[in-house]
């Protein structure tokens, strides 16, 4: 669920399709809590949602945390509409992943390419969970006869990575951390490898609170049953290490391919849960050196009709 540059629009955004205009709802007066089993009745296999992307330049200034808050991004709607479209499927069957409630199809930035990965999610009494995926074992073609193929097995979390805990509750705090490595094969004419093991070993280290509740105001086409929601916030850092025949690649290597030993990013992912509805917006930043939100946002998205 967490690869740096797309998964983000997955990590914390797992929505069912909903009836009723936020405005119908009234403004709460007490901090909702949302159980394992009002999340479970959003995010079932062979269901899809739609989400429409916010205009991101209107996220101008920090998001208001605490008691009984009005977040109003009725009017933050993008001028041109770009719908996106996730499909919860059931999970694989022949894979190791036997706990999963549901997967996820997608495209996803791995070792800078575009490849296709398959999600498995748990969905526990306890917590949300990302088990573990699958990248499609296709060979890419990175030029000058450099070619990196995935070698199709299955990652998993180790230990499995908690998304969110159960119940959602309001001033709730707590932190995971998980490694996820990706196995590939590397080959190289000028550095004479061929089909050489290739390793991504991911950590995240992650710490997550519901810091506010109250109502939330989306644009005239959203679809939500209720505008009641919980406010979580997560702060994730991403550090990835590369490996060669089990050992650290050497950096001609991975200079040559475009990346960094040891390279690390933090992002600040924040989720609108309702009990009802699941999650219903997301606005996520890239953090500064301190762990505060860059603005604008790099992605922003609410579900919508």
Known sequence: MYHSSTKNLFVGLLLTTLLFSCSESPTPVAATVVTATDFAATQKPATSVKYTLFNQSKFTTALAEGENQTWDFSANKASTSNVLTVNYLAPVSNTSFKTATYAVKYVSKVLNLDLTLTDHYEIATNGLYDIGSQIEAKPVPLGNGVVLTPVGNESAW?????????????????????????????????FGLTDAPTDRVGTVKKQTQVVGWGKLILPSDANVVSNEVLLVKTTATFTYNYLLGGNTAPAAITSALGLTQGESTTRVFYEFISKSGGSIASINFEADATGRPKFPPFEAYYKSK
């Open 158 to 190: 180790t230990p499995k990575l908690q998304v969110l805990k159960f119940p959602i509750t309001y001033k709730d705090s707590y932190s995971a951390e998980s490694v996820l490595k990706e196995s590939f094969k590397l080959t190289v004419p000028p």
